[in-house]
């Protein structure tokens, strides 16, 4: 098996995740893709902790600040501000509330294109528009209009690492090395193995 195109992600069950008994039902969706379960810890993070975690990528305020401002216009609103910076800043002290008010679950998964393979399951940022059949699109039905206007952030149930990069950088600031467990699932073989020898008796 080619090694290079098996990638490692980090999810995180939020604190309405826990809140919301629904730990089996996220923890289900990315088992049953055939994705293996390689860390696991449960706790509160300090608010400086999640700023850490949402600000690894220097880029992430400016893009966020960019994605949340165009959110505003197209549901024909005015944004807070016209400044990407300012306007993540604001996004990310309401994150630091909310992910910090309870436990959370934070996992690394390995397989396959595990970046993508995840983000799919997660559904897109915002419930009210994720796709049918993602985690974010059937359990949950928060939109950005109702989080703004609560000047909360969305509850979107889970967070998953968005590229290759962000997710090396986010499971070293999560995980000690030794605390990624390094074994064999018996599917690997049906998923991955070229010759699909011992099988048959
Ligand atoms: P993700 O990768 O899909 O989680 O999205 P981002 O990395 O852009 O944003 C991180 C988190 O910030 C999201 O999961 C939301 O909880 C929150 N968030 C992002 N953009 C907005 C926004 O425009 N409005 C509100 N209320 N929350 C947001
Ligand atoms: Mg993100």
């Not at 490692?8 to 939020?14: A, P, S, W």
């Not at 993540?88 to 397989?111: D, H, N, Q, R």
């Amino acid at each position: 098996m080619d090694e290079s195109k098996i990638e490692k992600t980090l999810v995180l069950i939020k604190p309405d995740g826990i809140q919301r008994s629904l730990i089996g039902e996220i923890v289900q969706r990315y088992e049953r893709i055939g994705l293996k379960l390689i860390g696991l810890k449960m706790l509160v993070p300090t608010s400086d902790f999640v700023e850490k975690h949402y600000t690894l990528d220097p880029e992430w305020r400016m893009k966020n600040g960019e994605k949340t401002i165009q959110a505003y216009k197209e549901k024909g609103e005015n944004p807070p501000t016209e400044d990407p910076m300012e306007m993540s800043g604001m996004t990310l002290e309401k994150l630091k509330k909310y992910m910090s008010s309870s436990p959370v679950i934070a996992m690394v998964w390995k397989g396959a294109n595990a970046v993508k393979i995840v983000r799919k399951i997660t559904g897109g940022t915002e419930p009210l528009t994720s796709d049918v059949g993602t985690i974010r699109g059937d359990y949950v039905l928060d939109s950005y209009q109702i989080s703004d206007a609560s000047d909360r952030s969305i509850r979107n149930l889970v967070h998953a690492s968005g590229s290759v990069k962000e997710a090396e950088d986010e499971i070293n600031l999560w995980f000690k090395p030794e605390e990624l467990m390094k074994y064999k699932l018996v599917q690997e073989h049906i998923l991955y193995d070229v010759n699909l020898d011992g099988i048959l008796e």
